[in-house]
């Protein structure tokens, strides 16, 4: 059903073209290759191998806990040395600022910049004592655990041998030690 480029079709050819179209359709309401795209598993996601699930759920979970723009270093370095910039234009020409307003402005962003940073800092700083004080009370039960019995066997070895037993010393002995080495004792009693 080839035609030329251009004709004018009647108003009763375009309804018989539209007859002999809907004819092609099937049952299933389409044509033959919407039947076959119908046919098809249609499905957004792409068989990914191994690798590649891992690195896009990587990439989900980053894209879930990455901080915004504004939060990182490279954003928060540019922002100061615009505003020593500014401050600095500002302070040097008054008069482009006769009534104070944009020193003002500007006073107030170092001021929540200045207030962002200390708070995470401080985040920082609690998340680290934290971290520090798990760590000194796992040392701690560590050094009042009692000797396990490979342990006792190794030194009862050692003694039955007649070799000397290493003592194990305290950091607090350690650093005792440390700082009476080189010490003069005072011997006029």
Do not use: C, F, H
Request: hydrophobic share 40%; glycine share 4%; charged share 30%.
């Amino acid at each position: 059903m080839a035609t030329e480029v251009g004709t004018v079709y009647s108003v009763d050819e375009l309804l018989a073209r539209s007859k002999a179209a809907a004819a092609t359709k099937t049952s299933a309401g389409g044509s033959k290759i919407q039947q076959m795209l119908a046919g098809r598993e249609e499905s957004d996601s792409v068989n990914l191998s191994p690798v590649a699930k891992l690195l896009k759920a990587q990439k989900d979970q980053s894209a879930k806990t990455a901080t915004p723009y504004t939060e990182q270093d490279w954003y928060l370095n540019a922002k100061v040395a615009q505003l020593k910039g500014q401050i600095q234009l500002y302070s040097t020409l008054p008069g482009l600022d006769p009534s104070g307003a944009v020193m003002n402005q500007l006073t107030k962003e170092v001021n929540e910049l200045v207030t962002k940073q200390q708070a995470k800092l401080k985040k920082s700083t609690d998340e680290a004592a934290a971290k520090q004080a798990e760590l000194d009370r796992l040392k701690a039960e560590k050094d009042a655990a009692p000797m396990s019995a490979e342990d006792m066997l190794k030194r009862a070895k050692l003694r039955a041998a007649g070799e000397e037993i290493p003592v194990e010393t305290s950091d607090a002995v350690k650093a005792l030690l440390e700082k009476s080495k080189g010490a003069v004792v005072n011997q006029t009693a």
